[in-house]
C-alpha cells in the first residue's frame, strides 16, 4: 500500500470526524421525526377518547388510514389529493421563494442602513400582525387571484420570522473581522458579501426551517381565501359538506407534509453546516 504523505493522517482525521458527526446529527434527526409522528398519533388517539368525541365528527389514525388505502374508492382519493398537494406545494414553493428572497435583500438593505433599518422593520411587524383575513380582500383586488396573491400571502407569513433572524445573524459579524476586509482594501459590500452572509449561514438555515411550514401555511390560507384551489380549498368544501373522513385525510396528508419537508430543511442544513465545520440542525 502507498504511505500517506507526512501529516496527510493528521489533516483527514478532522475531514472524517466532521463526517461521522453530519452522520449521527441526520440519524438524530430522522429519529426524532419519527417519534414526534409516533407522540402525535398517540395524544391524537388519547384525546379522542378523553374528550369521548363524536365518531362522526372525531377520526382516529386506523379510520384516516383506511380512508386513504383501505376503501374501494381509496386509490380515486390518492389521485384527487395528490393533484390537491401538488398545487399546494406550487403555491407554497412560490410564497416560500418570495418571502426567503424579500427578507434577504431587506436585511442586507437593513445591515448596511440603520435609517433604512427604521422605515423596513415597523413595516415587517406591521404585516405580521394584520391577519391575513382581513388582508385578503384588499390584495385581490390589487393583484386578483393568481399567483400573485398566493405569493403576497406565503410571503407575509414568512418575511418578518426570517427578516429577524438574518440580520440577527448578518450582524453577527466581529469588528476585528470587518477591520481585516477593510485593511486589505475591501468594501463594506465586501464585508457583507464575504463575511456577513458566511456567518450568518446558521441563521438562514433557521429561518428556512421556519419558513418551510410557514409557506405551506401561507398557500393553504390563499387557497380558502382566493384562489379556490388545492388543499386548503378542499378542506373547507369537503367540512361545508360534512365529508368528515375526507377533511381527516387531507389534513393527516398536508401535516405529514409539512413535516418532512422540515426534515428535509433540517438535513440540508445538517449537510453544508458539517461542511464547514459547524454544528447544524435544530437545537
Known sequence: ???????????????????????????????????????????????LRVWDVSPYVGKTPAEVWTTLFGDDDSAELRTEIWALLQQTLTDAAVGFAAGMLTAVVLAAVVVRSKALEGAVMPVALVLQTVPLIALAPILILLVGRGYGVVAIMSAIVV???????????????TPQMRDLVLVYGGSPSTVLLKVGFPSALPALF?????AVPGALTGALL???LATGKGIGYAVVSAANRSQNARVWALVVVVSLTALLLYLVAQLVE?????????PGGAR
Open 222 to 224: 390563499a387557497e380558502w
Open 1 to 47: 500500500m502507498t504511505a500517506l504523505l507526512p501529516g496527510a493522517e493528521e489533516a483527514t482525521a478532522p475531514v472524517a470526524g466532521r463526517t461521522g458527526s453530519t452522520l449521527r446529527a441526520v440519524v438524530r434527526q430522522v429519529a426524532t421525526t419519527v417519534l414526534v409522528i409516533g407522540v402525535v398519533v398517540l395524544l391524537w388517539v388519547v384525546a
Open 206 to 210: 433557521a429561518s428556512v426551517r421556519i
Open 159 to 173: 418575511l418578518f420570522p426570517a427578516l429577524v433572524n438574518i440580520v440577527l445573524g448578518l450582524r453577527s459579524v
Open 270 to 278: 445538517t449537510a453544508v453546516l458539517g461542511r464547514f465545520g459547524r
